[in-house]
């Protein structure tokens, strides 16, 4: 299945901006990409997920309008661009891959290889 492994998370002030990456095999055999995340005490939330191969983009409402998923098929490394941070994104980032599926693709259990996430933490 490969393996996942994201990089990017850090702490920013409420408005500033992140870049988050992730580098892995199971993004070339996978047809769904996605990113999620989990603060503590609550459960994981897809954030945006992407079709291999232009098929299309999807944000959870918390991300519409603010982040932007994209992946470069050449490197293997699948982009989560943050902007307009706020306190409430501060969480547990995850980089996901999975076969897809046609129906609740933001939901964790459309996807089987997972990262081991990357911190990310906004200070208001």
């Known amino acids: 299945q490969g393996q996942l492994v994201e990089s990017g998370g850090g702490s920013v002030e409420a408005g500033g901006s992140l870049k988050l990456s992730c580098i892995g095999s199971?993004?070339?055999?996978?047809?769904?990409m996605g990113w999620f995340r989990q603060a503590p005490g609550k459960e994981r939330e897809g954030v945006a997920v992407?079709?291999?191969?232009?098929?299309?983009?999807y944000y959870g409402d918390s991300a519409k309008g603010r982040f932007t998923i994209a992946q470069d098929n050449a490197k293997n490394t699948l982009y989560l661009q943050m902007n307009r941070l706020k306190p409430e994104d501060s969480a547990m980032y995850y980089c996901a891959a999975g076969p897809g599926r046609d129906s609740d693709i933001l939901r964790p259990d459309a996807f089987r290889v997972w990262g081991q996430g990357t911190q990310v933490t906004v200070s208001s």
């Open positions: 992407i079709y291999a191969g232009g098929g299309g983009t």
């Open positions: 199971a993004l070339r055999y996978n047809t769904l």
